[in-house]
């Protein structure tokens, strides 16, 4: 009895079908990655108020001017967080990230807004070895924290720091 | 023997009088490619109207010249010799042009703004050489029958110029959404790595699928996909490398890091990154279309090609999304954690797709030997018995070729070379024909056999 030879194509098919299963797993473990981080159904309805981005003066630790989304690399500046009009019972904080996605500036957490104050000047520290800011992108988030993760942004401003 | 009734041999695979079914759906394909990038380049103007948005306007010219003159090269190989001189000049003009506007375009309005034209040229000259080293080995890894360079070149081009510029609007629209929605961190970051894997693999495998639709005759098997695939990969990371390069001396120069950073991101995506990156993800797309193009079922066929963009996908999204999950210490001990990280990471892609390159290779040899055998018993003299073992093996070709060069200098050597091309081109005619996986008509091989004999007049046998 002869039998058909085997076609060595299906074992490099099959080889093919063994890689993508484990693509599939990777791109789950994202997808579950995803969801952890960004929970659905965590919307609570606040919204904190960002009173402004301004240009900075650390000797005093207060803000200078007026409103502003742009910055040159040299200047350094602070968004203005104004907690009052949140909820007394969440867990807040707020970060400045970087282009790069560093954190660059952080106030809190605090288990009640009150305990940050009526209000906070949050501004981006220059990361130690540099001289100025570095450009791009900033993001300033005002977040609710939930088991140390935060789960919501209440607030949000970008400005950019121009080469 | 038959007689040869025309001065010019004819190209080496006939077409059949009437295109196949794939010509309409890579003309689909094209369209779809085409409306896109129009599409994109008017949003990122009228929406954006940031300086880099506006490159994708101006440079759709470019696009539209490199896409002709690459359609109108390709096709040159296919024509007679007398008409083929004409054609292939009006390419190189085109694809000059385009080439150059698209430079002007790019330096001009993106990485001048960032770093100026010097340090853009630089840092493209810097790309250069690492960048044709890649496409050689990549392009010596078909032991049997090597890729013609005018296609590898078109693949390295589409991921360069073509692939780039198709990612331009969909990343902006999917990252400034995720920016003003998302929470920033690791959900954030696993969603642009999403974007990336999945918006830049499937730019990427369009030229691949283009190549895998179009030049059929020279898409053979899983092989030829990696080739092709990692072609592309090596086109999008040379710009992609520039962009981070020139981006990175315009943030630190001011620090008076700028060299240094744009350094270290030559070394990571030129030197470490060169096969670890986007030459192994879009080789997994070319491996998925190379497996399909000899798999006898369309619904296998189908599986394979979408295995192919998943892994690709997948593999992309792995470095994007957990890169920082090994962070690299600020110390010496920094750059052996570099070499790690990647390796860790990309590594298991990589072996995956030199063990699909390996096998492929193996199953290749296998079925050319098994077809030199076969041409060998007809008796048509193209192949000779005494021939086989030497047509088997890759390293007694180049010595039987370097015996050539001994006795005759470089014409022999020449002439020899083109014998051996000859005979494996049709030893892969006849294993495609027989595996029933081929859409030339049998004069093609018929031609292939002639054009073997006629070249064996000029070489005498082993």
């Not at chain 1, 540099?130 to 607030?155: C, D, I, S």
């Not at chain 2, 000859?422 to 030893?427: E, G, N, S, T, W």
């Amino acid at each position: 009895m002869s039998s058909a030879p085997y076609d060595q194509v299906q074992t490099l098919y099959r080889t093919l079908l063994v890689f993508a299963t484990v693509a599939v797993l990777i791109l789950a473990v994202g997808l579950v990655e995803f969801v952890y981080f960004e929970p659905p159904g965590q919307t609570t309805g606040a919204k904190a108020r960002i009173v402004g981005v301004y240009v900075y003066d650390p000797a005093t630790g207060t803000t200078l001017g007026t409103d502003r989304s742009a910055f040159g690399r040299s200047e350094e500046f602070a968004a203005v967080v104004d907690w009052s009009g949140l909820p007394p019972n969440l867990n807040v904080d707020a970060r400045w990230y970087d282009g790069f996605g560093t954190i660059v500036g952080r106030v809190g957490p605090g288990s009640r807004p009150s305990e940050l104050g009526t209000s906070s000047v949050v501004p981006v520290i220059t990361p130690p070895g540099l001289h100025h800011n570095l450009p791009g992108q900033y993001t300033f988030v005002v977040e609710r924290l939930q088991g140390g993760l935060p789960v919501e942004v209440l607030a949000r401003r970008i400005v950019l720091v121009e080469r | 023997m038959g007689t040869s009734t025309y001065t010019t041999p004819p190209a080496a695979n006939p077409h059949p009088r009437l295109r196949p079914g794939r010509y309409g759906i890579a003309i689909a394909v094209a369209a779809v490619v085409v409306i896109t990038l129009i599409i994109s380049s008017l949003l990122n103007y009228v929406y954006l109207d940031t300086i880099p948005a506006r490159t994708s306007l101006y440079g759709l010219l470019a696009v539209a010249l490199i896409a002709l003159g690459t359609y109108i090269g390709v096709r040159a190989f296919t024509r007679e010799r007398a008409s083929r001189r004409k054609h292939l000049i009006r390419a190189a003009v085109l694809l000059g042009l385009g080439t150059l506007l698209w430079l002007l375009v790019i330096d001009v309005f993106v990485f001048t703004q960032a770093a100026g034209p010097l340090i853009a040229a630089l840092c493209a000259l810097a790309c250069l050489p690492t960048t044709a080293f890649g496409l050689f080995v990549v392009r010596r890894m078909d032991r049997n029958e090597k890729e013609p360079w005018r296609l590898v070149l078109v693949a390295a081009a589409w991921g360069a110029i073509v692939a780039t510029s198709l990612v331009i609007w969909g990343e902006t629209i999917w990252d400034q959404v995720a920016q003003h929605t998302l929470v920033p961190g690791p959900g954030l970051d696993a969603s642009t790595a999403f974007s990336a894997g999945l918006l830049e693999e499937l730019a990427k495998g369009l030229a691949v699928v283009l190549l895998f639709l179009v030049m059929r005759n020279d898409f053979d098997d899983v092989v030829d996909g990696i080739v092709y695939g990692a072609a592309v990969g090596l086109g999008f990371n040379f710009l992609e490398s520039i962009a981070y390069m020139t981006n990175m001396y315009a943030i630190f120069s001011p620090e008076g890091y700028g060299w240094a950073a744009a350094g270290l991101q030559w070394y990571g995506r030129q030197v470490l990154g060169l096969f670890f990156g986007h030459a192994t993800y879009t080789a997994f797309i070319g491996a998925g279309l190379g497996i399909a193009r000899q798999l006898p079922k369309k619904r296998h066929k189908a599986f394979a090609i979408v295995s192919g963009f998943l892994i690709a996908i997948a593999g992309h999204f792995s470095w994007d999304a957990w890169v920082q999950f090994f962070p690299i210490d600020n110390t010496l001990f920094g750059l052996v954690e570099m070499h790690l990280r990647t390796l860790i990471m990309t590594g298991p892609f990589t072996a995956a797709v030199i063990a699909l390159l390996i096998f492929g290779i193996r199953h290749e040899a296998m079925g050319l030997t098994d077809q030199f055998l076969k041409e060998a018993a007809t008796g048509s003299g193209a192949i000779l018995l005494d021939e086989v073992p030497i047509l088997s093996s890759p390293w007694r070709r180049l010595k039987q070729r370097l015996r050539a060069f001994q006795s005759g200098g470089l014409r022999a050597y020449l002439e020899v070379a083109r014998l051996q091309s000859a005979q494996l081109d049709l030893a892969m005619e006849r294993w495609h024909r027989e595996r029933q996986e081929i859409d030339t008509p049998l004069e093609a091989e018929d031609a292939l056999r002639r054009r073997v004999i006629e070249l064996r007049h000029w070489v005498p046998a082993p």
